[in-house]
């Protein structure tokens, strides 16, 4: 027999829940070689799936040592233990975890698109592992259209594919009939010949005749562990599959393979991204068309000041001017702090110059002077009283003007609106003082 590639010395395993600790393995030591046909049995409860994780890398265990390959795993976190899982286990489970929309040879196919292996080097590789496990005359068939014995064989096939040094088996033939569990036993005897396979099974009838070995558990520890009339293959050389990064094209390939793979769910997808980029438009048009209402028929502009917690834009549905009277009113209601007579301002971007002293134009955001308070002025200057005065940054005094020259005097402040986008056809031209200057952003705050 080859040296043992599995090890297992006094390993634990509990599991912790609610209503206390459980036991799942107890001082279990073994190991295992490649070449062996290894079964492991008992009732259910018993600690064999519970082993079989643990061999596999599946699941951590709380005492004792697991030799791999003779290293101790003891320090494995989970990436070593995801390593370990891509290149020495290969999975075959009762439920066959196979892709239903794929034939049997994109099915297999896909354990070596896994190992990075290009389409040439795939190709023949698969119609061997395929004739291996007797499906020639089923690879272009779907796996829906297999019976359960050849879904089966596909998965060891796909198992076979990934070419790691150990199968794991669980109760793969429960849901088969006798026949064909025994058709799939031998198959894995088969398997057994350059490889250690491992299965977890509740009946052993069909299989005793094939395995080399068979562990029975009971209460989470071994009750008794046999060795068969059958003898392992003896010097077998441990082979660690080699595994490239898969290509950025083939990862694209087999994506489009999955989405066309599924015609009915490929029609549902388009029409569901469809109905969702219909609803998306509507919303939008939704949202444009109330920008456009609040502005009295003008787009708002993109003033993102002017989005801010606790603002009401209020209008009229007849668009007729709010009266001072009905300014007063709102500016009575309980929790309301300030009424912006000329709201629709802050939604713009502003233009201004200096009457008197530059006739440069400038951009700038305005803002509301309920924003500012009397102590962030620079000395000097105030807040304005009037709808004619305004706050101004300190940003935009002009050179070699100094700031006793700026209040008092007079800038052109002049607003674009547009009835289409980026089509301005009207504007707002107001002359006013500047009574106050801030440092700051440029911005000019109005009242």
């Given at each position: 027999?080859?040296?043992?590639?599995?090890?297992?010395?006094?390993?634990?395993?509990?599991?912790?829940?609610?209503?206390?600790?459980?036991?799942?393995?107890?001082?279990?030591?073994?190991?295992?070689?490649?070449?062996?046909?290894?079964?492991?049995?008992?009732?259910?409860?018993?600690?064999?799936?519970?082993?079989?994780?643990?061999?596999?890398?599946?699941?951590?265990?709380?005492?004792?040592?697991?030799?791999?390959?003779?290293?101790?795993?003891?320090?494995?976190?989970?990436?070593?233990?995801?390593?370990?899982?891509?290149?020495?286990?290969?999975?075959?489970?009762?439920?066959?975890?196979?892709?239903?929309?794929?034939?049997?040879?994109?099915?297999?196919?896909?354990?070596?698109?896994?190992?990075?292996?290009?389409?040439?080097?795939?190709?023949?590789?698969?119609?061997?592992?395929?004739?291996?496990?007797?499906?020639?005359?089923?690879?272009?068939?779907?796996?829906?259209?297999?019976?359960?014995?050849?879904?089966?064989?596909?998965?060891?096939?796909?198992?076979?594919?990934?070419?790691?040094?150990?199968?794991?088996?669980?109760?793969?033939?429960?849901?088969?009939?006798?026949?064909?569990?025994?058709?799939?036993?031998?198959?894995?005897?088969?398997?057994?010949?350059?490889?250690?396979?491992?299965?977890?099974?509740?009946?052993?009838?069909?299989?005793?005749?094939?395995?080399?070995?068979?562990?029975?558990?009971?209460?989470?520890?071994?009750?008794?562990?046999?060795?068969?009339?059958?003898?392992?293959?003896?010097?077998?050389?441990?082979?660690?599959?080699?595994?490239?990064?898969?290509?950025?094209?083939?990862?694209?390939?087999?994506?489009?393979?999955?989405?066309?793979?599924?015609?009915?769910?490929?029609?549902?997808?388009?029409?569901?991204?469809?109905?969702?980029?219909?609803?998306?438009?509507?919303?939008?048009?939704?949202?444009?068309?109330?920008?456009?209402?609040?502005?009295?028929?003008?787009?708002?502009?993109?003033?993102?000041?002017?989005?801010?917690?606790?603002?009401?834009?209020?209008?009229?549905?007849?668009?007729?001017?709010?009266?001072?009277?009905?300014?007063?009113?709102?500016?009575?209601?309980?929790?309301?702090?300030?009424?912006?007579?000329?709201?629709?301002?802050?939604?713009?971007?502003?233009?201004?110059?200096?009457?008197?002293?530059d006739y440069s134009y400038y951009n700038t955001s305005?803002?509301?002077?309920?924003?500012?308070?009397?102590k962030d002025l620079i000395a000097g200057s105030r807040?304005?009283?009037?709808?004619?005065?305004?706050?101004?940054?300190?940003?935009?005094?002009?050179?070699?003007?100094?700031?006793?020259?700026?209040?008092?005097?007079?800038?052109?402040?002049?607003?674009?609106?547009?009835?289409?986008?980026?089509?301005?056809?009207?504007?707002?031209?107001?002359?006013?003082?500047?009574?106050?200057?801030?440092?700051?952003?440029?911005?000019?705050?109005?009242?």
């Amino acid at each position: 027999m080859s040296k043992p590639i599995i090890q297992l010395e006094n390993i634990s395993k509990y599991y912790t829940g609610a209503g206390g600790v459980g036991l799942g393995l107890r001082k279990v030591n073994c190991s295992f070689s490649l070449g062996e046909f290894v079964i492991i049995t008992g009732p259910s409860g018993s600690g064999k799936t519970t082993l079989l994780n643990v061999i596999s890398g599946m699941d951590t265990y709380e005492e004792g040592i697991l030799y791999i390959n003779g290293e101790d795993s003891t320090y494995f976190g989970p990436k070593e233990y995801e390593e370990y899982r891509r290149n020495y286990i290969s999975f075959i489970f009762q439920n066959y975890n196979l892709v239903d929309s794929f034939t049997v040879y994109q099915n297999v196919e896909l354990a070596l698109i896994a190992r990075g292996l290009s389409k040439t080097e795939r190709q023949d590789k698969v119609l061997q592992i395929i004739d291996e496990v007797g499906l020639s005359h089923r690879k272009k068939h779907r796996v829906t259209q297999l019976s359960g014995g050849e879904k089966q064989r596909v998965a060891i096939a796909r198992a076979l594919a990934s070419d790691a040094p150990i199968m794991v088996c669980d109760e793969i033939t429960g849901n088969l009939d006798k026949k064909t569990s025994e058709e799939i036993i031998a198959l894995l005897r088969k398997v057994s010949y350059n490889k250690l396979v491992l299965l977890v099974s509740h009946d052993i009838e069909e299989a005793i005749m094939h395995a080399t070995r068979v562990i029975t558990m009971h209460d989470g520890m071994i009750e008794s562990d046999v060795e068969t009339g059958q003898k392992p293959q003896s010097d077998i050389a441990l082979t660690i599959p080699e595994s490239k990064s898969v290509a950025t094209k083939t990862a694209v390939d087999l994506g489009i393979r999955f989405l066309f793979s599924t015609p009915k769910k490929l029609v549902l997808l388009l029409f569901i991204f469809m109905v969702l980029n219909i609803l998306s438009a509507y919303a939008y048009s939704l949202y444009a068309f109330s920008d456009s209402n609040l502005g009295g028929g003008y787009w708002v502009g993109v003033n993102h000041f002017s989005y801010y917690p606790g603002r009401i834009v209020v209008k009229k549905t007849d668009n007729s001017p709010i009266t001072p009277e009905e300014i007063t009113a709102l500016k009575n209601i309980k929790g309301v702090k300030n009424v912006i007579k000329y709201d629709l301002a802050l939604e713009q971007s502003a233009y201004f110059y200096f009457e008197n002293i530059d006739y440069s134009y400038y951009n700038t955001s305005v803002r509301s002077t309920s924003e500012l308070r009397e102590k962030d002025l620079i000395a000097g200057s105030r807040l304005p009283q009037n709808e004619n005065e305004v706050v101004f940054s300190v940003r935009y005094l002009p050179e070699e003007t100094e700031l006793k020259d700026l209040l008092n005097q007079p800038i052109r402040l002049r607003f674009e609106l547009c009835r289409e986008r980026n089509v301005f056809v009207d504007y707002i031209d107001d002359c006013l003082e500047i009574v106050g200057v801030f440092e700051g952003e440029g911005e000019i705050y109005v009242t």
